[in-house]
């Protein structure tokens, strides 16, 4: 049963940094994207970045520039590191995996953004 734990969340000033990183278990066989996505109370889950299998990689605009997401393909984990926090940082930080078969998705980790 593939299962995906992420950590990393936390509370941090504006203008700082912090790491998500998730890590995979269980068998894999094929991906299509690993991703980040965010969700604040009353919205939607959004997209905030995903690498493919291919290495391609998409960003939202809103973090262009501050966040880099990355892929460590021997310990099956993903990254995203967050420079610039801003305050609309803000919100639950949830790790996805996309397959042909079916999408997973982490227990989600909270990023807070506040002096």
């Known amino acids: 049963q593939v299962q995906l734990a992420e950590s990393g969340g936390g509370l941090v000033q504006p203008g700082g940094s912090l790491r998500l990183s998730c890590a995979t278990s269980g068998s894999i066989f094929e991906f299509v994207y690993m991703g980040w996505y965010r969700q604040t109370p009353g919205k939607q889950r959004g997209l905030v970045a995903r690498?493919?299998?291919?290495?391609?990689?998409n960003y939202a605009d809103s973090v262009k520039g501050r966040f880099t997401i990355s892929r460590d393909n021997a310990k099956n984990t993903i990254h995203l590191q967050m420079n610039s926090l801003k305050p609309e940082d803000t919100a639950v930080y949830y790790c996805k995996l996309y397959t042909p078969g079916r999408d997973y998705w982490g227990q989600g980790t909270q990023v807070t953004v506040s002096s």
């Open positions: 690498i493919f299998s291919g290495g391609t990689i």
